[in-house]
């Protein structure tokens, strides 16, 4: 098995070693080396055992700094299963989770940020005395070599002779040895960037959206917006994070942790059998047995945990809720990332809107009072209650001069001023911030129906659709897929199972059809569930139909969806987690047709959806996402006060 040696260079602590432990916790230890070289002898918390028997005295910019490196590379080089081998500053964090550094390098291929030539002179003047001048390169010292380079680099060390002399050695002596080997066909380089190199620093002069102005920066703080990107970025690491740089918000942990974790309150799978059971204690220890039983889901009751022998896909396909307390974890391997959203990407996703806002703070006009009051004037039978009620309860920490915007409506479209809402324009956020105001957009609101689905072979092969003439039915848009023109063509269809369940929208303007005509009638959600394909379209917002479509055995059919919700139908993938529709609905026989055909395909798009939906249903989780993204709110709009 391929191994990845951590080669890291310090002074004497690793400034995040704690993110370094979470870094590799619970990944396998025959994938990864770490090897440790230090200047003074300062006991490490997690990784001391590492630690190098011989190093030696360095200085900055000094060759001393390589001939380190190369002690680093000889040690490693011992295990014949490592295969890159990265250099790891006291000052780098993991910007990536170990499975994707481990799963995207090449082993053909070593990785260099990369200089132009000619900023290795003049200092490089007096090298043309050994090598031909075009091999004489310039890069960031903090590469990652393949095997074949590292044993280059300890093997041929002339290059140790050609730049003693010279200072900042270490930003040449690799790069020039790959080209005068003519080598430069297995790198992979970046142009001396900062976001796309494999370790990111921020330098004043690499057009990075956030840099330092000049020199380079050590951070001793990072907003949440800039963090943001470099997790988004390409780059695996980052350097020059001090010590008081505060990163241990949990969105970040859960972006560089390997362990995918879903948990499920009050759901339980009773396929299979136990294979294992014993008294919990922590998470990470269930884990770790997850693992040597080769098993990817664990039940917690009543303080016992049980191993359980189904795969993934058996259990998700046949969950049912219960009214025992009981929590359901399914570890989910790296390859299954079609299902996941990390909670960081998640706050970004539902506050994008409102990190370049300008308003004036007074006109924002809603404060916890002004809420309650409206409260007090209603009943629980009230279309607003619910709204106010869980606004009320997302905000109970909060102070009572904490001013906000608010709109409990039906929104397709987008806020121009930073508004709390439940529903927005998905292409454009504007300055919308999602919540889940009402229950039903909470996915979890639907768990009832686990018990009144069926296995997806036990289905009807045909499709369903019921709902309301709502979303402005007798107006044609384009964007957005056409209630309308999926009931008049398919309303009288001798197959489909497609009508309203009622018309209580009326159009004031002529048509020249009686909507009454196709009307059937309601179906219950446990009868449409009997179809293997249910069509989901959007109304005045959101579709109601597609949380609970995704929580069933069934695919759901739905054209591209215009609006976006508390699950984040901007993260949705056709063929993945939907069959796509034209708005029009002309595909939909074309589609059908292909679903009877592939009916192994659909059943894995109904996997992965529901398997998608499923990682909202851990509580505790969401509640800390909402107070998260109230958090992003007063940082961006109260305490800044929108007046730039």
């Known amino acids: 098995m391929k191994k990845i040696a951590f080669c890291f260079l310090i002074y004497d602590k690793i400034n995040h070693e704690d993110l370094w432990n979470i870094f590799f916790k619970n990944i396998d230890k025959n994938t990864y080396n770490i090897y440790i070289h230090y200047k003074n002898n300062i006991p490490l918390q997690f990784f001391e055992e590492f630690k190098l028997k011989k190093c030696i005295e360095t200085k900055w910019g000094d060759i001393s700094l390589v001939k380190a490196q190369n002690i680093l590379l000889n040690e490693a080089l011992k295990d014949t299963d490592n295969q890159h081998f990265i250099f790891i500053s006291n000052s780098c964090i993991p910007l990536k989770k170990f499975n994707y550094i481990y799963n995207n390098l090449n082993e053909n291929y070593s990785y260099f940020n990369i200089c132009k030539q000619n900023s290795c002179f003049p200092r490089c003047n007096d090298i043309s005395k050994y090598i031909d001048i075009k091999y004489i390169q310039k890069s960031h010292q903090w590469c990652i070599l393949n095997r074949a380079h590292t044993l280059l680099m300890v093997t041929k060390t002339e290059y140790i002779k050609w730049f003693e002399n010279i200072e900042a050695s270490d930003e040449h002596c690799y790069i020039s040895n790959i080209f005068a080997n003519n080598l430069e066909n297995e790198i992979i380089t970046t142009p001396n960037l900062s976001n796309d190199a ?46 008081e740089c505060i990163l241990n918000n949990e969105a970040f942990i859960n972006s560089i942790s390997s362990v995918n974790l879903i948990k499920i309150n009050n759901v339980d799978c009773f396929s299979g059998q136990n294979l294992y059971s014993h008294i919990f204690t922590n998470e990470d220890e269930c884990i770790q047995i997850c693992i040597r ?31 025992c307390i009981v929590d359901l974890y399914i570890y989910i391997p790296d390859n299954f990332n079609s299902y996941y959203c990390n909670i960081f990407d998640r706050i970004q996703c539902y506050t994008k809107g409102i990190y370049n806002s300008v308003i004036e703070y007074n006109t924002l006009k809603d404060d916890k009072k002004t809420i309650n009051d409206t409260l007090l004037l209603l009943t629980s039978k009230d279309w607003f209650y619910q709204h106010h009620s869980n606004l009320l309860k997302f905000l109970k920490n909060e102070s009572e001069d904490f001013k906000f915007e608010y709109n409990p409506y039906d929104n397709s479209e987008s806020m121009d001023i930073p508004t709390f809402v439940k529903s927005r324009n998905k292409q454009h956020a504007g300055n919308s911030v999602l919540l889940p105001l009402e229950d039903l957009y909470i996915p979890s609101y639907y768990s009832s129906i686990l018990n009144d689905d069926v296995s997806f072979n036990k289905k009807k092969k045909n499709c369903v659709w019921r709902g309301c003439n709502s979303g402005k039915f007798f107006t044609k848009n384009n964007n957005k897929g056409s209630r309308e023109s999926l009931v008049l063509q398919y309303g009288k269809h001798p197959v489909y199972n497609i009508g309203l369940s009622y018309a209580n929208y009326k159009c004031d303007n002529k ?14 959600i446990k009868d449409q569930l009997e179809y293997m394909f249910i069509i989901s379209v959007e109304g005045n917002d959101f579709a109601t139909n597609l949380s609970w479509i995704m929580l069933s055995n069934s695919v759901p059919l739905m054209p591209l969806s215009y609006v976006e919700t508390w699950k984040m139908e901007s993260k949705l993938i056709p063929y993945i987690h939907y069959v796509p529709l034209n708005n029009n609905f002309s595909d939909l026989d074309e589609k059908m047709d292909w679903c009877i055909n592939n009916l192994d395909k659909c059943e894995d798009i109904a996997f992965m959806s529901k398997l998608y939906i499923l990682q909202f249903f851990d509580k505790k989780k969401e509640d800390n996402i909402i107070k998260e993204i109230i958090e992003v709110y007063k940082k961006n709009v109260i305490n800044n006060k929108l007046i730039y």
């Open 198 to 243: 494999t370790t990111f620093t921020n330098w004043g002069d690499m057009g990075y959206k956030y840099e330092s102005g000049y020199g380079v920066k050590n951070y001793s703080s990072i907003s949440d917006e800039e963090l943001s990107y470099l997790l988004n970025s390409k780059c695996l690491f980052g350097r020059k994070f001090n010590k």
């Open 293 to 323: 039983l080769s098993c990817n889901v664990f039940v917690i009751y009543e303080n016992t945990v049980y191993y359980r022998s189904y795969s993934i896909k058996e259990c998700v396909m046949n969950l049912v809720k219960t009214d």
């Open 511 to 524: 048509i020249n059809y009686n909507i009454e005509d196709y009307v059937k009638g309601t179906l219950s």
